[in-house]
């Protein structure tokens, strides 16, 4: 193998180390601060092509987690604290511990810690393509 092959793989090698650390870093992003989400469960559901993601969610007081939609259905479940929520079409809405809400697949929605302490929930989302899914 020649002196200038070696050189050309190790430029490659390099190169190819850079673009994936900077593909990695913008795929990854950090959690926004007040926010701490936990992955708790996912597990494809009895329907074809269904997954049930379920993550614990802690905000802040006074953070927000902004407008966002999810490609399924969301089912919330307030464990402590106290949150707004809004909801595409719809005023907006006070939950606090023990309280759910249904959020349809695709529906627009934010919340935001309007109480003391911490808030917590453990939403549970759906998506069409499970992790086995082919597609």
């Not at 190790?10 to 992003?29: C, K, N, Y």
Request: glycine share 8%; hydrophobic share 40%.
């Amino acid at each position: 193998m020649s002196n200038h092959h070696v050189k050309t793989m190790r430029v490659v090698a390099m190169a190819a180390l850079i673009v994936g650390s900077v593909l990695t870093a913008q795929v990854a992003p950090a959690q926004q601060a007040g926010i701490k989400r936990t992955d708790l469960q996912r597990h494809d559901l009895g329907v074809p092509g269904r997954e049930a993601i379920q993550v614990r969610v802690d905000l802040d007081p006074g953070v927000a987690f902004g407008n966002h939609t999810h490609p399924g259905e969301e089912i919330i479940y307030v464990l402590a604290g106290v949150l707004e929520y809004q909801v595409e079409g719809k005023p907006p809405m006070t939950l606090k511990a023990g309280d759910v809400l249904f959020i349809p697949a695709g529906t627009i929605h934010s919340a935001k810690n309007v109480g003391s302490d911490t808030a917590s929930s453990p939403p549970i989302s759906s998506k069409k393509e499970s992790r086995s899914s082919p597609w």
